[in-house]
């Protein structure tokens, strides 16, 4: 059974940074394509990076791209999101998905097989 549970979310100031951890189990994420993705109220989910399962390459989307990084330990069969000068606009329900297919549409959420529970991250000051 394949299970996903994210942490490391709460409340930052604008400018700050958080750091999510993705745990995996069932599932070697080194063989996963690997997505975060966010969510507000009202709203779809964003797709916010996706990590390919071919060659272990990143894609973030604009709004972020240049503030979070994704990386993962292979040891611990974790991935993390790191989150710098984060904005008031970051503030959501951030979850991780995977899925062993090796092409997969980058931001699209029907793409991925599994999901985490979600971690909010609120941005406040």
């Known amino acids: 059974q394949v299970q996903l549970v994210e942490s490391g979310g709460g409340l930052v100031q604008p400018g700050g940074s958080l750091r999510l951890s993705c745990a995996a189990s069932g599932f070697e994420l080194g063989w996963a394509a690997i997505g975060w993705f966010r969510q507000v109220p009202g709203k779809g989910r964003e797709g916010v990076s996706c990590?390919?399962?071919?060659?272990?390459?990143?894609s973030y989307a604009d709004s972020v791209k240049g503030r979070f990084t994704v990386s993962r330990d292979h040891a611990k069969n974790l991935v993390y999101l790191q989150m710098n000068n984060l904005k008031p606009e970051d503030t959501a329900v951030y979850y991780c998905?995977?899925?062993?297919?090796?092409?997969?549409?980058?931001?699209?959420?029907?793409?991925?097989?599994?999901w985490g529970q979600g971690t909010q991250v609120t941005v406040s000051s």
């Open positions: 990590t390919s399962a071919a060659d272990g390459s990143t």
């Open positions: 998905a995977i899925t062993g297919t090796v092409q997969v549409k980058c931001f699209m959420t029907t793409e991925y097989d599994y």
